[in-house]
């Protein structure tokens, strides 16, 4: 792989980060409200006096554009603040809470790939069949209902009908002086509701679009000269077909992950699930300004390295493209 092109990539990757900080902070900062009053209200009152105090202990007085810049040196050093609410440092606050996002985000992803990409394969391999069907029907149901939904309706399914699941939190309270291994059954567990109320939507996208693609595959000569010359129908879908039908998939599963990563505050809020989506959620209720800017920069930073990773992968992937920069 050309290292002038990684070089660039990562330079590039800086630039949109910058632009992100700068952004968020704009876009949070002119926003209506005054945190001071939150603040002010949390110690039990808000006089004049008290009010210009807070301002003043944390720089809320200051020009916007100093404050911006303030913002951005302390960044580069990797500062992030201390929260306005929860009296920490935002990095401890978001070093708690960024595990339990990045497993339900990763749990999410792979769930809806290979669930996806098996459906759409076993539907393209008869596409007026009955399968290719219930596939297109299943992709349309789950690419239109919210997430939000999908969740409040397993929720009351397992909470009430079906008890099977846990339907809150991410570990039970009886069980945290238990084993490890106890206690990660315990997390796999709890994370079976979210992860798959979070990959729903992605898997019936996944499943529509490998659908298509080994379609389009599946016409090519290459696979008629494999079959012509006896290679069984398992050895030419997940062979040779697959192969090249998973490019686009792996391009959409890597674009995806923003989506993924948002759409986790909405199931993290539902679920109650500890991760940095119900930490933002908090935030934004308390105008906990350094806690919010904080996520979305540690958000912003996942997905530009999981842009970046699926951009390096396709390279991989795709030998036309390793030698050009």
């Known amino acids: 792989m050309n290292a002038s092109y990684l070089t660039r990539r990562l330079f590039y990757g800086l630039l949109l980060m910058l632009g992100v900080v700068v952004l968020n902070f704009l876009l949070i900062r002119l926003a209506p409200g005054d ?47 201390e929260s306005f609410f929860f009296n920490q440092p935002v990095t401890s606050l978001i070093a708690q809470r960024i595990g339990p996002t990045i497993l339900l985000v990763i749990s ?17 391999r008869k596409p007026n069949g009955a399968m290719s069907a219930f596939v297109s029907v299943f992709a349309t ?63 019936a996208q996944y499943a529509r679009l490998s659908r298509a693609s080994m379609l389009e595959v599946l016409g090519s000569d290459y696979i008629r000269t494999a079959r012509a010359k006896g290679a069984s129908e398992r050895s030419v879908l997940f062979r040779h077909a697959l192969r090249n039908a998973a490019l686009p998939i792996l391009t959409v599963a890597g674009l995806q992950f923003g989506n993924l990563i948002s759409g986790a505050l909405l199931v993290e809020t539902v679920f109650n699930w500890p991760g940095m989506g119900r930490l933002a959620f908090d935030s934004i209720l308390r105008r906990d300004y350094p806690t919010i800017m904080g996520v979305l920069f540690f958000a912003s930073f996942m997905v530009v390295v999981a842009n970046i990773l ?13 030698g050009k920069s």
């Open 35 to 81: 945190p001071a009053v939150v603040i002010a209200g949390e110690m039990g009152g808000a006089t004049e006096e008290m009010l210009e105090s807070i301002r003043e202990d944390y720089g809320l007085n200051k020009p916007l554009l100093t404050q911006l810049m303030i913002y951005v040196g302390n960044v580069m050093r990797f500062d992030l603040g």
């Open 141 to 203: 149901i789950g690419y239109a209902v919210p997430v939000f939904w999908t969740g409040i309706m397993l929720i009351i399914l397992f909470a009430s009908v079906l008890p099977v699941f846990p339907v809150e939190g991410m570990q039970s309270v009886k069980l945290r002086d238990a084993g490890i291994l106890v206690q990660a059954v315990d997390v796999l567990h709890h994370l079976v509701l979210p992860a798959f109320t979070l990959a729903i939507i992605y898997l």
């Open 310 to 322: 699926t951009d390096l992968s396709y390279r991989l992937a795709d030998p036309r493209l390793r």
């Open 108 to 124: 999410a992803q792979i769930l809806s790939i290979l669930l996806g990409v098996f459906l759409g394969v076993i539907a393209a």
